[in-house]
């Protein structure tokens, strides 16, 4: 006998960026949305078993999508890793938990720690811990760099084409979906320059091919216009920061014109820059003073020529903490998108970002049901997805997966319910 789970009563903002629809009911059948539109268009088996739930004028839209996380670091003021490996564990863990309670169903790590996330996320895919789905690069790729040791265990250094082929293939045979390499400097290693090249042309390509070759991609830290030259010429999937692209509009319409993200992080800085940040090294305010303006021009002339933007937060850069993810598309609005634009790029471009757009990112027939419940219309005021109190409940694969129910009245069935969950949400940070 078929079993349905059944979503009715709420307003459906569906991630394709179209305008939102009201009254609808949406369909699950095990992970996947069988059907979506209005009630009278759902025609059911006759010994179906149905499970309702009542959203009661709520609004609904994707589970958000986080193309760029650190799991391993906490958003300490210093930025460092550091500690033992136990303890790094169980701080990947919570911060994956953070994530989702904030509706964010999927992440992509791009720079772990000594593999540990790889058990992290085994263990959520056994139903051992609630937590969203992953993508992982496993450590990142840079060329030999004293700044490497301030982030232990994230680096993998490697010097010319054959070392990083190798070190590409390491990561793959660990479990990589993805290769992440570093073709400028960075801004919060010290003794590093966000504007200078790192991996050269041909380095990159041997990166690229080497993902290829299994399908799979390169996400590519850069800052400094050259580096996004050879990171873009090389054939990487996503820019990761981009602060510097604005110099270079030619780039910018390869960008476009092949599909290749700007990943633009600028919660990152703001984190930083705005509010009391006590213990934040002055070496870190400094950089970022420099470089933050660049960035938001070059999101805001990345819209322009059409370059597609997905959402990455950088969480674990100094207070910038998992959880707080959705901030990020308070500021990519203030780099020039509209909500609705915010709202696609943590959705659907996220997921074709990560290559998952033909069963993720949307809330379309045939896809996962990965979404979240909020009370009040993001469309109007993104705070919305910011405060969690508003976050009534958060689905992954069709299941519930995060709730506050000491705060909800809605009368949640049992069978919605996902085998781990997370009970009562997370404080709220005033």
Not at 107 to 118: A, I, N, T
Not at 244 to 259: Q, S
Not at 378 to 387: A, E, F, Q, R
Request: hydrophobic residues 45%; charged residues 25%; negative net charge.
């Amino acid at each position: 006998m078929s079993s349905y789970l059944i979503l009715k009563n709420f307003v459906l903002i569906d991630g394709t960026g179209r305008p939102p629809v009201e009254l609808c009911v949406l369909v699950i059948q095990g992970e996947r949305i069988v059907y979506i539109g209005d009630e009278q268009g759902w025609v059911r088996e006759a010994e179906a078993s149905v499970t309702e739930l009542d959203l009661e004028g709520r609004y609904m839209l994707p589970g958000l999508i986080d193309c760029h996380v650190h799991l391993a670091g906490e958003g300490a003021p210093d930025s460092r890793l550091r500690g033992d490996m136990g303890w790094a564990t169980l701080l990947m863990l919570k911060h994956a938990q953070n994530s989702l309670a904030a509706g964010v169903t999927t992440v992509r790590d791009v720079g772990g720690r000594h593999g540990l996330e790889f058990a992290v996320r085994r263990a959520i895919e056994l139903g051992m811990w609630a937590g969203p789905r992953m993508q992982l690069a496993g450590k990142l790729l840079s060329m030999t760099s004293a700044g490497t040791e301030y982030y232990e265990g994230m680096y993998r250094e490697a010097d010319g084409p054959d070392e990083v082929r190798k070190a590409a293939r390491e990561q793959l045979k660990a479990g990589a979906d993805l290769i992440k390499v570093m073709a400028t400097g960075a801004v919060l290693t010290p003794g590093e320059f966000p504007g200078a090249v790192q991996y050269d042309l041909d380095e990159l390509r041997v990166a690229v091919e080497e993902a290829g070759k299994v399908g799979k991609g390169v996400a590519a830290h850069a800052h400094g216009i050259q580096g996004i030259r050879n990171a873009v010429t090389a054939g990487a999937r996503t820019i990761e920061h981009g602060t510097y692209l604005y110099k270079d509009e030619k780039v910018m319409e390869m960008m476009a014109e092949r599909g290749i993200f700007l990943v633009p992080t600028l919660k990152a800085g703001f984190d930083v820059l705005y509010g009391d940040r006590p213990g934040v090294p002055n070496w870190i305010r400094e950089k970022l003073k420099e470089v933050q303006d660049h960035a938001i021009r070059s999101v805001r002339r990345a819209l322009e020529l059409g370059v597609p933007i997905a959402m990455g937060t950088d969480a674990s850069t100094p207070y910038n903490l998992h959880g707080d993810n959705a901030l990020e598309l308070q500021w990519m609005v203030e780099a020039g998108l509209s909500a609705m634009q915010a709202i696609v790029a943590s959705t659907a471009n996220a997921a074709r970002a990560l290559g998952w757009d033909s069963w993720l990112g949307t809330l379309e027939m045939g896809k996962v049901a990965d979404l979240v419940v909020v009370n009040g219309n993001p469309l109007d005021n993104l705070g919305v997805l910011t405060d969690r109190r508003n976050i009534t409940l958060v689905m992954k694969d069709g299941q519930i997966v995060a709730r506050q129910p000491a705060i909800d009245t809605l009368k949640v069935p049992e069978a919605a319910m996902a085998g781990a969950w997370i009970c009562c949400g997370l404080p709220v940070h005033e």
